[in-house]
């Protein structure tokens, strides 16, 4: 089997990790896949550096240069399928022809409608098969207009890491300035208005009320980190939020973390948490989109029902007051990952898709 996978967007988010694992997955099971990306991408350079074949296009006028890419691949590449792993690759595969060709698969990360036009809709029906990386995605998906028929649900997954160490957590801590008395709460995103940080600024000036050494760490750039900064002024707590931007070794901030919050509004999956879990930190989310597909709510991590400062400062209260609690809390959610949100289980569920539709296409 050979897989083409197309992913144009130039930043690192969840999506294009997923696509690298996918990548270096089916290079585990020898089987082949290439990667189209777009130039200067993150992803594209990581795979590139992993010794996976890229082909570079620019992101161009309608996607057409990566569409003329996909296009002279199909036809000359010996591919048995292609694999579009984000919007734009949609785009860019559909305008190309390849469906006409060989199978099309659409990887679906987003709660977002599908488009109502024509020609979103007619992306959609072409595809073979429409990988939704949850239940409540394929939900979302297939309530806007997508074939149900074509849907299919494969977890986001996570490498499964070693725990890390006492010389590791120290050596974190020191990195953000964290001492031992001192509490740290942290999300790991893009800071957008979505993602609800404005929520744990909110949360953590309420809590140093009774936890006076209560700080919190908010790794990622974008659009909201001005505001973000001025609400922390605002709240009297400048000195307690730490703003880290993009952090690229992001085991730096786990490692230092007491607990991990993810206060996003809409989310399809999250990475992020997956990997929080993973390394044994005791999270909270709130309880919107598919994040109750991840988290068994008193068991694996706790889940709030949202912005209600009250509610998250009394969650992140128990399980900083109850450290049998909140150690309860870690073990299970590394157990809950490992059984159902690994890199492995995501690849395998990756590749029996694949051998379905090419099965499919046989018997046809």
């Known amino acids: 089997m050979k897989a083409l996978l197309v992913d144009l967007e130039t930043a690192w988010r969840g999506g294009q990790n997923q696509a690298l694992l996918i990548l270096k997955g089916l290079g585990a099971h020898g089987q082949e896949a290439e990667l189209v990306a777009a130039q200067g991408s993150a992803l594209g350079e990581r795979a590139r550096e992993s010794g996976r074949q890229v082909h570079f ?27 579009a792993n984000e919007a734009h690759a949609v785009s860019a595969v559909w305008l190309a022809g390849a469906h006409r060709h060989i199978p099309f698969l659409i990887s679906r990360r987003v709660g977002y409608p599908i488009g109502k036009s024509r020609a979103s809709r007619a992306r959609y029906e072409a595809a073979s098969r429409i990988i939704a990386n949850s239940n409540w995605v394929a939900e979302q998906a297939a309530s806007s207009g997508a074939p149900r028929e074509k849907l299919t649900v494969v977890y986001e997954g996570t490498e499964i890491p070693a725990l890390f160490t006492v010389a590791e957590r120290v050596a974190a801590r020191s990195r953000w300035g964290i001492s031992d008395h001192e509490q740290l709460l942290g999300c790991v995103g893009v800071l957008l208005p979505d993602k609800g940080q404005e929520w744990l600024i909110r949360a953590v000036a309420e809590l140093r009320k009774e936890f006076r050494g209560a700080k919190l760490l908010l790794a990622g750039d974008g659009p909201c980190l001005s505001k973000l900064k001025v609400l922390a002024h605002e709240l009297g707590v400048p000195e307690a939020v730490l703003f880290t931007g993009f952090v690229k070794d992001v085991e730096s901030v786990y490692a230092a973390l007491d607990v991990f919050l993810l206060p996003s509004f809409f989310e399809a999956l999250n990475n992020s948490l997956l990997a929080a879990m993973a390394y044994e930190i005791p999270c909270i989310a709130f309880h919107r989109g598919a994040l109750g597909e991840i988290i068994e709510n008193e068991k694996s991590g706790l889940l709030v029902s949202g912005p209600d400062v009250a509610e998250i400062c009394q969650a992140v209260g128990r399980i900083l007051k109850d450290q049998r609690f909140a150690a309860s809390l870690a073990k299970e959610g590394r157990i809950r990952v490992e059984r159902n949100f690994s890199a492995e289980r995501m690849v395998d569920g990756i590749i029996r898709v694949y051998e379905e539709v090419l099965g499919s296409k046989t018997r046809h």
């Open 57 to 83: 296009v620019s992101r161009g006028l309608f996607r057409v240069p990566a569409a003329w890419k996909v296009h002279e691949l199909v036809r000359g590449g010996g591919f048995d399928l292609v694999h």
